[in-house]
């Protein structure tokens, strides 16, 4: 399993499928022609992308970068142009362990 630290964010992208590259060539051609760049931008600003899926019976792209910090991972996803054409939703997460030891000490409500 991959190990989370506090730098690793997931992204969920969604867009209507009047956006979607299967429907709308010009954004079909954003994606064939920014998609590949995205690794340059991406170690030009000190952002790793661990994983990039698509789900493909949903509108949705579901990323995990590695960033300094919140701020970082966010100007990451404005400067690829990604949002505009999709909604974006950043979570920064932890590992299962880490999140576990936070939760391990607390008492139970129910």
Do not use: W
Request: charged share 15%; glycine share 6%; hydrophobic share 45%.
């Amino acid at each position: 399993m991959h190990e989370v630290n506090a730098m690793d964010f997931v992204v969920i992208t969604e867009h209507p499928p009047n956006l979607c590259p299967s429907a709308n060539a010009m954004v079909r051609k954003q994606m064939t022609e920014g998609f590949p760049q995205l690794p340059n931008l991406a170690k030009s600003m000190g952002v790793e992308i661990s994983y990039v899926g698509i789900p493909m019976v949903d509108h949705k792209i579901f990323m995990v970068l590695k960033a300094p910090n919140f701020e970082t991972a966010r100007r990451f996803i404005v400067e690829s142009g990604i949002m505009q054409t999709n909604t974006i939703h950043i979570y920064p997460v932890v590992s299962f362990d880490e999140a576990m030891g936070m939760v391990g000490g607390l008492t139970p409500i129910f």
